[in-house]
């Protein structure tokens, strides 16, 4: 099984060309239903085959159509294009349907496709920006707040109060944590001496 969301970007289209697709195979009689498992969608590995393969089709032919139906009854109703059905002009890209073809006057033969749903497309660049400029934000604040930090760990020049008296305490107590353990090892062999003759006292 694989997440529905990823389709688009496992055959780089975007998430209109990916439902027209998904519509394409419906009309020749595939079951192309996600599965619901929670807030997400699935298809099957049988599923995923049948893209697969449409899209072998469409990169070898450069068009949806003549791609083999699940039923020959199917197969023989699509001899016609539906006029109401959404295509794929190969040339730009664009999602229309046929009946939604402008034709420009002042050029005899020349078609216009316009395209009935860029919102995806455009909501996807819009997203990928916004993700690119958030990106480049958190590194512009991480190293700020690095280079702030190795600053302060120099200087010390606090404006805080209280910061500047805790860093001082706390350095002392690691320097007298150091001092004991720089003692001569005579010492601390009596001390230790000391404490385990008081051991068994304590415990009669």
Not at 24 to 36: C, P, S, T, V
Not at 67 to 82: G, L, V, Y
Not at 116 to 141: G, K, M, S, Y
Request: hydrophobic share 30%.
């Amino acid at each position: 099984m694989q997440k529905a969301a990823s389709l688009p970007d496992r055959y780089r289209i975007g998430k209109t060309q990916f439902y027209e697709r998904r519509q394409h195979l419906i009309r020749l009689g595939y079951d192309m239903e996600a599965d619901k498992l929670g807030r997400n969608s699935y298809y099957s590995d049988e599923q995923i085959q049948i893209f697969d393969d449409l899209n072998t089709h469409y990169q070898k032919w450069g068009t949806l159509e003549g791609f083999p139906s699940a039923t020959p009854e199917i197969a023989d109703n699509q001899t016609e294009p539906d006029k109401n059905s959404p295509v794929t002009n190969t040339e730009t890209g664009l999602v229309q349907r046929e009946s939604e073809k402008v034709i420009n006057n002042s050029v005899d033969t020349e078609e216009i496709f316009v395209d009935t749903n860029p919102l995806e497309d455009i909501q996807e660049d819009n997203f990928r920006r916004v993700d690119e400029a958030a990106q480049f934000a958190a590194a512009q604040n991480i190293v700020a707040f690095n280079y702030l930090t190795v600053n302060y760990m120099k200087q010390r020049n606090f404006s805080v109060p209280g910061l500047r008296s805790q860093v001082e305490k706390s350095s002392r107590v690691v320097e007298e944590s150091l001092d004991s353990l720089k003692q001569s090892p005579e010492v601390i062999a009596k001390k230790l001496i000391q404490r385990t003759k008081k051991e068994p006292e304590q415990m009669t």
